[in-house]
Structures are given as C-alpha cells and as structure tokens.
C-alpha cells in the first residue's frame, strides 16, 4: 500500500498546500460563475414587464371576469397531438358567434416555444386549428372577440401528451 509521502514523492509541501487551495477554491469559484451565468441568460420568470401598472388593472380584470361567469357562458377546449378545437356555448347552450378566436400557448418556464394560433370558425360553431406544439404543459388564453371587443376569455393549464408509436 502506498503511503501518502511516496505519491508526492517527497514532503508535503507549502506549494502542495497552495495547489489543494486554488484548485479547491477554483472548483466554487467555477461553478459558482457557471451558475450565475445561466441564472442571467436564462428566462427571468417575468410575466408582466410593470407589476405596478398590472396590479392597478387587477380589479377590472377581476370585475370582468365576474360578469362573463354571471352570464352562464361554457366552453371547451381540446388539444390533441395536431389539432385544436374550441367551443363556446350561451347559457341555453346555443353557440355563440364571434368574428375571431385566438389561442395563446405559453410553456411555464420560457418564452421561446409560445405560440399564437388563430382558430377558423365551423358551420357547428366550433373552432379549430393545427398546430406544431411539443408535448408537454402549456398554459392556454383562449381569447373570443366580437366588433373588435373581447367577449370571452378562458385561461387554462394543459398537459399535451407525447404520441406513442405503435407496431
């Protein structure tokens, strides 16, 4: 068995102590510079650019969203591996008629993947689009709008599964 004095060959030095130093503190240092790197180029979480300015708008965004729940509106929404279908029904269940539909797709964690897909109106009253999302979560804004106003907003968060091949 080889002592520890016959791999340095020779005595334990103050430049062996300095070696075990910089290369102990330039391993921290190293990860550490690594870390902060990607923490700064990597997505910031920011949803909003002002938090101010969005918390000012908080109540009217709560107050609208209260009066299109009072209306008795439903919706549906289905993702698929290459489609989107969305419906919107009044409270009889008759579908409701707008001028466009759009879905924002978001992923929690980056902004890089999102995606705006306009939905084409169906003779049904339904709507629907392809798309070439990745399987995964997303969060979903479907937005209805009506002479230029938005009449329903629906945010959900989804889960598109990967497609299994089969043999």
Do not use: C
Request: hydrophobic share 45%.
């Amino acid at each position: 068995m080889q002592t520890f004095r016959s791999i340095l060959h020779g005595p334990f030095t103050g430049w062996h102590m300095l070696t075990l130093m910089v290369l102990f503190f330039g391993t921290i240092i190293s990860v550490n510079a690594t870390m902060a790197y990607f923490a700064g180029s990597s997505w910031s979480g920011l949803i909003v650019k002002n938090t101010y300015v969005a918390s000012q708008k908080f109540d009217e965004d709560v107050a609208r969203v209260e009066a299109m729940k009072a209306r008795g509106w439903t919706s549906g929404l289905k993702v698929d591996h290459d489609a989107v279908k969305y419906s919107l029904a009044n409270a009889l269940g008759t579908p409701v008629v707008t001028d466009h539909v759009t879905v924002a797709f978001s992923r929690p964690v980056g902004e890089e993947q999102d995606r705006l897909i306009e939905l084409r109106a169906h003779e049904d009253g339904s709507y629907s689009a392809g798309h070439d999302l990745a399987s995964g979560q997303w969060l979903v804004k479907v937005t209805a709008m009506k002479d230029s106003a938005v009449v329903y907003t629906d945010v959900k968060r989804i889960i598109i599964a990967a497609e299994m091949e089969t043999k």
